[in-house]
């Protein structure tokens, strides 16, 4: 055995390591340091893990009375490894599920100490169970099962959804320094093993400071739902978290075109903005139209260019864009006349959202990047891998922890809660 506990001293804990060296090569020590780190890590994890016990006497809890059922085993997992812990377990005088305390007091996530659940959903957050699995065991000589690994994320993700309302995560102080926030809408498909490719939601609520320069983001996803109502109300209760926190922001609606994100965005934004790069597309398919050919390219080149700078930087320029392509429609030939045709319909649906020299003026956003950037970092880098199709309990699951990870400081938050407050399976109870 290479460590020893030698000494407790109050709080303090004095533990003796014996390490072999006796190997010739610098990586063959190195592995015999961690292992012998580990193995000091986890005698101090299991004495550590013992002060959240009782002394055996009756507890109440729920309202009733519990006893102990005398001391039992039982192996944990830290992040040095397996680790046996004699602790008391209590069942009532009706019988039925017994009671640990010191698995409420420690705040254990399934048979996991906090600090390794906390490793394993964060590495989870961005790769497979196996992938986890495989980077621990190379990283931190711990060998783990993926099935593990994903049982415990699985809790993970249910706790943040259920907690989502209750736990109001507070923002860092470099969002509360904000001028203006930009809330965007946006969606991107996955594969649900039962019902094939759907439609996920993300939805981004950015803080910006009167340079324009970014300051903060909360992320929000869902996995695919018809209709988006739970998805809608979720971020509704975000966005009014927000507003009441900073309400002398401009809040403004950033998104593409689409219908719906407008119907959620009016009421709750001071002003909407049409993504302008997606304005470009439909401007450089009109230039298509209106100088087709390979011998007007010069000439669609410049208008395009010309077009777009009035579009960013002239102040009603989409209405006059608006009324020059729709001229255009007498003129140019009957083949090329639908897509300008869809051209002018988009312009004319989205013009009085074009704004965007008011925007660049006052240092804010015209570009949806990072609500599509969040489709992306949210949604595709972790569940659209190839191969990969979801359950939708595993999939919220992941997007939940997921969501929590690219928010900041929102993750370490909610650890923090969770330290203070636990589980829905932490029991509370005091002595009898």
């Excluded at 709080?11 to 020590?29: G, P």
């Excluded at 729920?62 to 059922?69: E, F, I, L």
């Excluded at 090329?336 to 240092?363: D, S, W």
């Excluded at 191969?387 to 928010?407: H, P, Q």
Aim: proline fraction near 3%; charge should be positive.
């Amino acid at each position: 055995m290479a460590a020893k506990i030698v000494r407790r001293t109050g709080d303090k804990l004095v533990v003796e390591v014996e390490i072999d060296l006796s190997a010739k090569s610098m990586l063959s020590k190195e592995m015999a340091i961690r292992e012998a780190v580990n193995e000091a890590g986890g005698l101090a994890s299991s004495d550590a893990l013992s002060t959240f016990d009782t002394d055996g006497s009756p507890i109440i809890a729920d309202g009733v009375k519990w006893t102990s059922k005398g001391k039992h085993t039982e192996i944990y997992e830290c992040p040095y490894g397996s680790i046996v812990v004699p602790r008391h377990v209590y069942q009532s005088s009706t019988g039925g599920k017994t009671f640990c305390p010191l698995e409420s007091g420690a705040r254990m996530i399934l048979n996991s100490t906090p600090a390794y659940a906390k490793t394993l959903s964060y590495n989870y957050a961005h790769g497979g169970a196996r992938r986890t699995a495989a980077d621990l065991l190379e990283s931190d000589g711990r060998k783990v099962c993926p099935a593990y690994i994903k049982n415990v994320c699985d809790f993970l993700g249910a706790v943040a959804a259920v907690k989502e309302d209750e736990w109001v995560y507070d923002l860092p102080d470099d969002a509360r320094r904000a001028t203006s926030v930009s809330v965007g809408l946006d969606g991107t498909c996955m594969l649900l093993i039962e019902s094939g490719w759907r439609l996920a939601m993300t939805g981004t609520i950015s803080f910006y400071n009167d340079k324009g320069e970014r300051l903060y983001t909360i992320y929000m996803g869902a996995t695919p739902e018809y209709g988006k109502e739970k998805f809608l109300a979720r971020f509704d209760r975000e966005l009014a978290r927000v507003r009441k926190l900073l309400p002398n922001c401009e809040y403004v609606g950033l998104a593409d075109g689409a219908p719906e994100n407008w119907t959620f965005l009016a009421p709750r934004t001071d002003r909407l903005v049409l993504d302008f790069y997606h304005s470009t597309e439909y401007v450089k398919q009109a230039a298509n139209s209106i100088f087709p050919g390979a011998r007007r390219e010069n000439e669609r080149i410049s208008w395009v260019d010309d077009r777009l700078h009035r579009l960013k930087h002239k102040h009603g320029a989409a209405k006059r864009l608006l009324d020059e392509m729709t001229d255009h429609l007498s003129t140019v030939a009957a083949k090329h006349r639908e897509p300008l045709q869809q051209t002018v319909t988009y312009f004319t649906n989205h013009y009085q959202k074009m704004g965007y020299a008011k925007q660049l003026v006052e240092n804010m956003a015209i570009g949806s990047g990072v609500t599509e950037a969040a489709c992306k970092e949210l949604i595709k880098q972790r569940l659209c891998n190839s191969g990969m199709r979801w359950k939708e309990d595993g999939a919220a699951a992941v997007i939940a922890i997921r969501s929590l990870v690219l928010t900041g400081e929102r993750w370490t938050q909610f650890w923090n809660r969770i330290a203070e407050s636990g589980c829905p399976c932490h029991k509370a109870y005091k002595q009898s």
